[in-house]
């Protein structure tokens, strides 16, 4: 959905529709479903800008990352951004944005495409790492079964795979060790 922010007037601009997303459009791989994204809001003029208020809401379901079960969340979620122009003239230098930085959006063109926001606000409402449970046992390394359904019987290491190298070592050299000394 795109806006004409200069056709806004002195009375904010409101918005109401419900969008779909696509999974595999958000680029994470453990988004496997997302229902329908109820997506209301208003835009208001400011002296300096316009401010933007939305609020969205939908469910996800997301792979746990322990065990892989699906994990349904549901997400209620407000957005409030500061658009501004952007300075004719202003050079364009890379700088470290600041904490205030992060409520501004800083716009070229008097018209707004929602889309991009709207996705980026789904994306940024995905768990970094979603779970089940908080004391998800997840799958067996050896053979993969769901150790939350109870213990499997395959035969596991009992050490770290990353010290092999050195257990070869010390195998290859343990012989020498053993022989008598003349």
């Given at each position: ?13 409101s ?10 459009s958000l680029e ?14 208003e835009?208001s003029r400011?002296?300096?800008g ?8 939908y469910?996800?379901?997301l792979a746990c ?11 209620d ?10 300075e004719p003239g ?5 700088r470290?944005?600041?904490e ?6 800083v716009?070229d ?5 929602l889309?991009?926001l709207?996705r980026e606000?789904?994306q ?5 790492r979603p ?10 390394p050896v053979?993969g079964?769901?150790l ?9 290491q009992?050490f ?6 050195l257990?070869?070592?010390?195998d ?7 022989e008598?000394?003349?």
């Amino acid at each position: 959905m795109k806006i004409r922010l200069d056709e806004i007037g002195d009375e904010p601009w409101s918005w109401h529709s419900e969008e779909t997303v696509e999974p595999s459009s958000l680029e994470r791989d453990e988004i496997l479903e997302l229902s329908p994204i109820e997506w209301r809001g208003e835009i208001s003029r400011l002296d300096q800008g316009f401010l933007l208020r939305a609020h969205l809401s939908y469910g996800q379901t997301l792979a746990c990352q322990r065990c892989l079960r699906p994990v349904t969340d549901k997400v209620d979620d407000e957005l409030e951004l500061l658009l501004v122009d952007h300075e004719p003239g202003a050079e364009e230098e890379e700088r470290e944005l600041e904490e205030e930085d992060l409520g501004v959006l800083v716009i070229d063109e008097p018209e707004l495409d929602l889309w991009p926001l709207l996705r980026e606000q789904v994306q940024l409402n995905v768990p970094m790492r979603p779970l089940c449970t908080e004391d998800c046992a997840g799958l067996c390394p050896v053979c993969g079964a769901d150790l939350n359904e109870g213990a499997c019987d395959c035969a596991r290491q009992s050490f770290d795979p990353r010290w092999s190298g050195l257990a070869a070592l010390r195998d290859r050299l343990a012989p020498e060790a053993d022989e008598p000394e003349d």
